[in-house]
């Protein structure tokens, strides 16, 4: 299959008043027409800010290097007036607070038909059609009352699949979306979920499911990439991973996921928390919470290496990971 | 939106009538009137006065017989400049003050939401820092320093302007007075609109415009300018009360014949029924363009209407 | 008047910040406080405020002339370190420092009459309308709304037709005018620390309403009077030159600095120094205002803009 997005050595630095950190270093990854690739990591493992860089979309203080290819246009440094052919149409982004991402002042219609008549060349006319259709797709009732209402006057359930549909329009070869169901109760977040599976299925469009909760990753994403501090630590096949972890924070981010852990028997989150940016641990950023820790991982940093054909993982320890062993 | 407007007029009624009544109230019970001048009176010259003006009849009568000329757009005559009625002084004034504070009012709430949406976009670049220097003169040195400073350096010292005065037609004498009322009223709302803006900029809904590929201009027009003009808009209302606090100086630093000026020289002469009469004026208009304000900014906030 | 310091619209922040945070209502303050006093810009507003302050009341025993004083030799003229008339004279022969800094006592004093007025009523006006909330306070504060969107310098101006005469009165009714943002924060403040256990103590032991404003709530107020004092005075000395520059406000002999201005500006082409010299102390006390005022706004309301 073809590979729709290339990214490589991928880094977002922020500037700060007198220094800087680096939310997000070295990131490789690729994706596949159609595939969905799940990203996950706890809050602030720079999910977002990868995939903000690559959309162009960083705050004011933020800059990003390294290469992310989209057949071949590389989208890192594209100027705005050129991002601007690309975000929308092909490469599309739904955003992880549904509550702040639509225009208060705008229309629900008005806020999606702008993107068919800027891509697609559609007249009013024919754009609100195309909306109200969409609307109905990611199941809005009524859509056509609700094509007409403000985003205050909706639900936050009905605001995320204003943000879905508005995301869908001209069917995206990528469409990334960050924590789409978290702002959902679990029925509707079922819901979604499987319309995405139809819906990536029927558009042919590659997914990005960034989240932190694992539940939702077990039964869409084909592919899986974990981050820890701005790096990936783990990536691979979901199957594999969840049934044969092989990097320590995988392992426990599996044992603190509500439904995985069943199996397991206990529900453990992981110790200590996250690190901040600013002062990420030497060697291995994992080490002041990881149970299978050795003297090299103080000094040195683990490089993300092949572990099998199809996944990789930035981990010195080489054992059997058993999940007793976990402080 | 119709509602809206209905229920805001409602409300400014009885503040019209309440600003009536304390303010007749309050100078009729003040100590001292116009003619206690330097030289008494004669008692009966004083008497047959009291009479005209009706100042012999119970208090309450005086006010019910100012109300209902109120209502019928008589203001009462004025006790100092004795051949004139308030509601003649106000209709030779108020014209012209209300084209001098209107053409301010546009031109510094248009200039300053331009100069602050430029000085936004270049945040911390040399047009924001000319900007903000601009804005900080403006509003630090107070109206009648100003007017003062202007007349003289581009009238007495440079020749170019005319120092003052008025005839109708004349634009070239309304230069200076709208620049020095637009100066300070057009740096609040750059400010304003400066602040909001770069605001609104990082919002996550500006984020979203940019992630469907917009482009810069439509960003800014569609989803940026209505939010960040909100707190412009209720700014306005205020701004519209400096403004008129502006004019009484303007009006008298470059002795124009507006309305300002026959209420600063009613005001010394402690011409009851003049000082009267122009409060109501400048409160009816105050509330009605405050309404107006209102009504703007609920057109701009969807989420107002339904409050 | 207001607006140099954009004084309604972070105070009203800050007081609807006192009414949400109830028990961090006082950390607030003080956090502003902290925040204020690590802004360079304003420290060093607060320091030349001091100096001209301080010069405004000392200076006049240093200076060989006082304001009064009618220099026969030396009628309208410029600046002259002999005769120890370092900024000139005016048309009567005074030495125009001397009147500058009694012009700067002048205003000083109004502004400070004016404003210990407006915080006397508003602590009262505030804590009433917040101590006994429900019906009382909604509308008390309606009443309060109302008034912010009447043009405050009409009702200034038909004070000065009833006093006048006497500044000090008229400067009274300017305080009685001003109230209304402080009404707004104490109401605040009253509201946070209502619910406070040392309150429902007090309550329970039979305290009266009045006594637990006076004990317990107004000792609370420090912080918000010097925020909102250091807003209001700038206003003052503003709308004080302003009437004074119509003739309506501090009058002959005595003297202010718009009285200065009012006079000096006519003049300003032959004896510009009778302009520039108060002009400039002016501006320089609405400068450093501006800067301490700009200071309290971030430190009230510390999300970077
Ligand atoms: N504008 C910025 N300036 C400085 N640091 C920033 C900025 N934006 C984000 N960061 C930092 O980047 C880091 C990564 O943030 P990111 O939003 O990618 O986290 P995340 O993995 O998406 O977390 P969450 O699950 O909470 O969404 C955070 O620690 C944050 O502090
Ligand atoms: S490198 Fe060492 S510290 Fe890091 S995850 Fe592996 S075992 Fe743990
Ligand atoms: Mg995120």
Known sequence: MTDVLVVDDLDVTFALHDSEVKAVS??????AQGETLAVVGESGSGKSQAFLSIMGLLARNGKASGRAMMGDVNLIGLPPNELDRYRGKDIAMIFQDPMTSLNPTLKVKTQLAEVLVRHQGYDNEKANRAVVEMLERVGIPEPVKRANAYPHELSGGMRQRVMIAMALLCRPKILIADEPTTALDVTVQAQMLDLFKTLTHDFGTAMVLITHDLGVVAGIADRMMVM??????EKGPTDTLFYDPRHPYTLGLLHSTPHVAKRARRLDPIQGLP????????????????????????????????????????????????????? | MFGYALRRVLTAIPIVLITITVCFFILRLAPGGPFDGERALPPDVMKNLRAHYNLDQPLLTQYLIYLGGVLRGDFGPSMVMEDFSVSRLISIGLPFTLMLGFSAFVVGTIGGMLAGAVAAVNQNKWPDYLLVAIVLVGIIIPNFLMANLVQLFFGVYLHWLPVGGYHPGSLIHLVLPIFILALPHGGRVARLVRGSMIEVLGTNYVR????????????????????????????????????LTGSLVVEQVFALPGIGKYFITAALNRDYGLVLGTTILYVFIILALNLIVDVLYAWLDPKVRYR | MAGITGKDAALTAYADALAAQAPKGRSLTQDALRRLFNNKAALLSIFVLTAIVLFAYIGPYLLPWAYDKIDWAGIRKPPDWAKGHYFGTDQNGRDMLARTLQGTQMSLLVAAVATGVSVVIGIIYGAIAGYFGGRIDAVMMRFVDIMYALPYILFVIILVVIFGRSPVLLFVGIGCLEWLTMARIVRGQTLSIKQREFIEAAKAGGARPFTIIFRHIVPNLTGPVVIYATLTIPEIIITESFLSYLGLGVQEPQTSLGTLISFGAPVAEALPWMLYTPAAILVTMLLCFSYLGDGLRDALDPKDR
């Open chain 2, 208 to 243: 979203t415009a940019r992630s469907k590929g917009l482009g810069t201009r439509l960003i800014l027009a569609r989803h940026a300018l209505k939010p960040a003009l909100l707190p412009v808009v209720s700014y306005l209302g205020p701004g519209l009360s400096y403004l």
């Open chain 1, 275 to 327: 690190p901040s940016l600013e002062h990420l641990p030497r060697g291995c950023a994992f080490h002041p919470r990881c149970a299978f820790r050795f003297e090299r991982c103080f000094e040195e940093r683990p490089p993300l290496l092949p572990v099998e054909a199809v996944r990789e993982k930035a981990c010195w320890y080489q054992g059997e990971l058993k999940y007793g062993e976990v402080a």
């Open chain 1, 228 to 233: 820890y501090g701005g790096r990936c630590v």
């Open chain 1, 26 to 31: 070295d990131l490789d990854f690729s994706l």
